[in-house]
């Protein structure tokens, strides 16, 4: 059992993205208990590749290739987590794109960043329309609403999400992103946290979720 | 003198054949991937035009009889107009022009040295420091006007810009069709009225495509206004190699070929014989700091090779430079002079462009100063040198004779003033005593001195208060509250 854990966390490390949906198969009918699975095997894995992008010895695909790899076995592992119980995560992060605005790179590296820090991350893409924002806030009970923009004229798109979503909810926090944001705007649309790049933001997160 | 800079020396990076096989693949990719159109106009006009539309996923495959018939129809030599027709630049596939870059958010106060959003007076002063740069040939907008209403920040950056070079001015900001209308309106009034624009455009529009093989629908919708209305347009892919492209450049090439070809499909398809640019800026994401790699010598080598493409379409071509460093001075200087090597050293017709760092984000008005010098030295690499009687000067070898010199012959004086040497404003050649003398300034403070002069110095015509009235009454008109419901997307 130990040996099924062990080999899921070196296939995340490995970058198996073609395999490791068999590797969770099998473990399920060996009887592996899926939470561990996925926390002592997938998260620890990630964790490694993680720290390995920090410090410079692997490049960005290989991350990404680790969380895709992580995420094929999740496809296999949670449905397989008894009613009731949950897996333990960093948080539930809900992230998109703003309305009229398709940059998606920066926004797609925060979340492989955040997934590969343990934060379970709902992607709504790109040209997320603010009311969209609020519904899928609502529904996923994210922890935190994070939002991306690349352009001066659709920043204030954010504040249009912020303003009714704080209104609802004191608990649900706001991080905002995206090349021509600064901390003092953030502050200024009442965002909880901001950040210049993908690293720091699960910095962010961390500190938001504690 | 023709405006511009002269080419006369020309590398090659892709041989005929490799062309050919860039645009057979592209072809391929076009008809069995095809391209999303998020438009539902454009979707239409292909539809009708026999391409594979698939309404649920928006996906369109294009044939290439299509594709070709496009090409044909093509303008190969266009000519983007100044206000002051000494600044006209005639795309004719033999000068290169630099263009200013563009639409940064962020400007570092010249001074105070503070960074902060950047404002409407630095589209004024960042104008006329291009206006007045010998080696800056087409303006653009540097940033952002964000201290102007949300809904009216492009309009006030274009009045801004109008009033402060005779350059011509391109802008990207038609992203709507609403965009699009004010802005063609406000081209309107700067050339005197639409017949006036349509013979002399003094603006135009740069267009992105959506990497990869994607096409917004704003984006497409307001193309297809601009095009009817006579508003010379480029389309510009900009696949990152390795992350919206393949890692190798070609691939990401074919990427962004595929794009640039469709949305010229589209536009020619809608207002046959439109003046379309062919645009391209691959520059590499950096797999360790997650930061676009413009300014990279990949980022050059894609402009010059789509370049080459270009020109292989008989079109002109309008491609990438940037730089990632921080602040003017060495990295910039590193970046910028690799970035405007490569494509001018290819060929390019039209550069976008210089003056902004931290890749086309953030303004430092003596960057503009900088690169202008950086652009003079590359323009007397790629001059060209021949061999006739004049340069062989075997008269005046014979007239010096053995063991004498040439300072005092009319040949050396008349081949100063021709520009044979480059004479250098920012490089500092003096010797070490008189530099230190004159305290020991850096480039970048000679840079700022001479921006310094430039602000107090020159001066620009605005317009007369009669098309300045015009230009307030569009914006006014365009002024809308920020959520007033118009979305872009089908
Ligand atoms: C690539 C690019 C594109 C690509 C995007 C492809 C894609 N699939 O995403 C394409 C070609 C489609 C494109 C289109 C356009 N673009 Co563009 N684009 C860029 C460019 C060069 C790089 C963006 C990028 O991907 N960077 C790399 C990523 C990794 O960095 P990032 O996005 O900044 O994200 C990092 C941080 O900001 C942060 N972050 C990001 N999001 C978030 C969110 C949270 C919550 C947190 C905490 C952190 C965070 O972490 C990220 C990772 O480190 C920028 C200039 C620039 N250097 O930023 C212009 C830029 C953003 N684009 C610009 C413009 C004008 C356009 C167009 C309007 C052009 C046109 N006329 O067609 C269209 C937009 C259409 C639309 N409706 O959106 C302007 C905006 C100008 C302004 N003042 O607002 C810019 C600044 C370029 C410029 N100076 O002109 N663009």
Redesign the pocket.
């Known amino acids: 059992m130990a040996d099924a854990v062990a080999r899921l966390k070196e296939a995340v490390m490995n970058y198996e993205m073609e395999t490791i949906a068999d590797l969770a198969k099998q473990a399920l009918k060996d009887g592996v208990d899926p939470l561990v699975a996925i926390e002592k095997g997938l998260a620890e894995g990630i964790k490694t590749v993680g720290e390995k992008f920090g410090r410079g010895e692997i490049f960005l695909p290989e991350l990404v290739m680790g969380a895709e790899a992580m995420k094929a076995a999740l496809a296999v592992l949670e449905p397989a987590v008894p009613k009731g119980k949950h897996r333990s995560t960093a948080g539930k992060v809900l992230?998109g794109?703003v309305q009229?605005?398709?940059?998606?790179?920066?926004?797609n590296?925060?979340s492989t960043m955040l997934a590969s820090n343990g934060f379970e991350v709902v992607d709504l893409g790109?040209?997320v329309s603010g009311s969209d924002f609020l519904k899928k806030a609502d529904e996923q009970k994210a922890n935190i609403v994070?939002?991306?923009?690349?352009?001066?004229?659709?920043m204030p798109r954010m504040a249009e999400v912020i303003t009714p979503l704080k209104k609802k909810s004191k608990a649900v926090k706001v991080?905002?992103?995206?090349?021509?944001?600064t901390d003092t705007y953030a502050k200024e649309i009442g965002a909880d946290?901001?950040?210049?790049?993908?690293?720091?933001?699960v910095e962010?997160?961390k500190r938001l979720v504690r | 003198m023709a405006y511009g800079i002269k080419r006369g020396v020309r590398f090659q990076i892709l041989s005929e054949s490799d062309l050919d096989r860039i645009h057979w693949g592209t072809l391929h990719v076009l008809e069995k991937v095809g391209v999303q159109v998020d438009s539902v106009a454009c979707r239409k006009l292909l539809k009708d035009n026999g391409c594979d539309v698939d309404e649920k996923t928006r996906i369109v495959r294009v044939p290439s009889h299509l594709v070709e018939w496009a090409l044909e129809k093509k303008k190969s030599s266009i000519t983007l107009a100044g206000r002051n027709p000494k600044y006209d630049a005639k795309l004719d596939l033999n000068h290169s022009y630099m263009t200013a870059?563009?639409?940064?958010?962020v400007a570092v106060d010249f001074e105070t040295g503070k960074r902060r959003p950047?404002m409407k007076k630095d589209v004024v002063n960042s104008s006329r420091i291009i206006d007045y740069l010998q080696n800056v040939h087409i303006h653009w907008p540097m940033?952002?006007s964000?201290d102007q209403h949300p809904s009216t920040m492009h309009l006030h950056d274009l009045d801004a810009s109008m009033n402060n070079t005779e350059k011509h001015i391109m802008y990207?900001?038609?992203?709507t069709i609403s965009d699009a209308k004010s802005l063609t309106e406000m081209g309107y009034i700067a050339a005197g009225g639409e017949k006036e624009f349509r013979q002399r455009p003094v603006q135009s529009?740069?267009?992105?495509?959506?990497?990869?093989l994607?096409h917004?629908a704003?984006?497409m919708d307001a193309s297809l206004y601009f095009a009817e209305m006579g508003v010379p347009l480029v389309f510009?892919?900009?696949p990152?190699p390795g992350?919206?492209g393949p890692a190798t450049l070609v691939g990401s090439l074919v990427v962004g070929n595929a794009e640039v070809l469709s949305a010229l499909t589209m536009t020619q398809l809608h207002a046959p014989g439109a003046a379309v640019i062919y645009g391209m800026?691959n520059?590499p994401?950096d797999m360790r700091?997650?930061?676009?790699a413009?300014g990279s010598p990949e980022h050059a080598l894609s402009s010059a090779m789509a370049t080459e493409l270009a020109h292989h379409y008989g079109m002109p071509s309008c491609v990438g430079v940037?730089a990632t460093a921080k602040q003017p001075g060495d990295q910039a200087i590193l970046e910028y002079y690799t970035g405007c090597a490569g494509p001018l050293l290819a060929g390019a017709d039209l550069m976008c462009g210089i003056g902004?760092l931290?890749?086309?984000?953030c303004l430092f008005y003596e960057q503009i100063v900088i690169d202008n010098e950086i652009v003079g030295v590359i323009s007397r690499l790629i001059r060209g040198e021949w061999a006739d009687d004049v340069t062989l000067a075997l008269d005046v070898i014979e007239k010096v004779g053995v063991g004498k010199n040439y300072l005092a012959q009319k040949h050396t004086v008349q081949h100063l003033r021709s520009g044979d040497h480059f004479m250098p404003e920012l490089i500092d050649r003096r010797s070490f005593d008189s530099w230190s003398a004159d305290g020991s300034k850096s480039l970048v403070d000679k840079a700022r001195d001479k921006t310094k002069w430039i602000l107090a110095n020159h001066k620009v015509p605005a317009l007369d208060s009669d098309t300045q009235a015009k230009v307030n009454a569009v914006i006014e008109k365009a002024k809308k509250p920020m959520w007033g419901g118009e979305t872009?997307r089908a």
Request: charged residues 15%; aromatic residues 4%; negative net charge.
């Open positions: 992230i794109t009229d605005d398709i940059h998606e790179i920066g926004k590296l925060v790109v040209n994070a939002m991306s923009a690349l352009m001066t004229t659709t991080m905002v992103g995206g090349a021509p944001v946290g901001y950040s210049g790049d993908a690293s720091s933001a962010v997160a | 870059n563009g639409n940064g958010a950047s940033v952002s964000t990207e900001t038609g992203v529009c740069l267009q992105c495509t959506y990497a990869p994607q917004d704003g984006v510009f892919g900009m990152q992350a919206t800026g520059a994401l700091t997650t930061i676009r413009g940037s902004l931290e890749d086309s984000s872009k």
